[in-house]
C-alpha cells in the first residue's frame, strides 16, 4: 500500500487500500507540478499504470494492458510534465515476467517437488540452446504517452523498450 502523510504530526493516511483486495502497490512518483501521484499496481490480474488525485482522492487505471518491468532497477515511468508520463506497456495479455515467475513458481514447485521426492521424476531441467528464434514474431510492446488529466494515450513506439530516459530539455 502506499501511505501518504501530509504534514509532521498529521496520521498517514492509505490512499490505495490494497490490503483489502490483496493488491500491491509500488513505485510512487509526484507529478511535477505535485498535483497527481502516479504509481504501479497488481490490482487485477497484471501491472498497470494508475494515478491518484489528491484534490479528489481518488484512483484511476491509466493503462489497460500490463506495465514492462524489464529492468526494475529502472524507473519504469517518467513524468515529461504536469500531466503526460511516458510508460512502456508490454503486448495484450502478457504479464511481466518477475510478475509470473512470483506467481507460478509455488505452483510449480508444489506439484512437481512430491515427484522427485517418491523418486519418480529427476531434480534436472534440460535447457536447449542453440535453436533459432524467430524475433520477428515475437509480440512486441509499445511506449506510451499517457495523459493522467483525462485518462487517456497514445502509441508513440510500436517496440519494447528498455532502460531509456528523456534527453536535457524534454527533446528526443
Avoid at 499496481?41 to 489497460?64: F, I, Q, Y
Avoid at 506495465?67 to 495479455?93: M, N, Y
Amino acid at each position: 500500500d502506499v501511505w501518504l502523510q501530509r504534514a509532521r504530526g498529521e496520521e498517514p493516511v492509505n490512499i490505495t487500500h490494497g490490503i483489502e483486495d490483496g493488491s500491491g502497490w509500488a513505485w510512487p512518483q509526484w507529478s511535477l507540478d505535485g498535483k497527481r501521484l502516479a504509481m504501479l499496481s497488481t490490482r487485477g490480474d497484471n501491472v498497470r499504470l494508475w494515478v491518484w488525485n489528491p484534490a479528489t482522492k481518488k484512483l484511476t487505471r491509466l493503462t489497460e494492458r500490463g506495465v514492462d518491468l524489464a529492468d526494475t532497477r529502472q524507473r519504469p515511468f517518467l513524468w515529461i510534465d504536469a500531466t503526460r508520463i511516458l510508460c512502456p506497456v508490454l503486448p495484450e495479455g502478457v504479464q511481466p515476467l518477475s510478475m509470473r515467475v512470483e506467481l507460478s513458481t509455488p505452483q510449480i514447485a508444489t506439484r512437481e517437488w512430491p515427484k522427485t521426492a517418491r523418486g519418480l521424476e529427476p531434480a534436472v531441467s534440460v535447457l536447449e540452446s542453440g535453436i533459432p528464434v524467430d524475433l520477428s514474431k515475437r509480440p512486441q510492446g509499445e511506449l506510451l504517452l499517457v495523459d493522467a488529466a483525462n485518462a487517456t494515450s497514445r502509441v508513440l513506439a510500436p517496440v519494447n523498450t528498455v532502460a531509456w530516459t528523456m534527453a536535457p530539455g524534454g527533446g528526443a
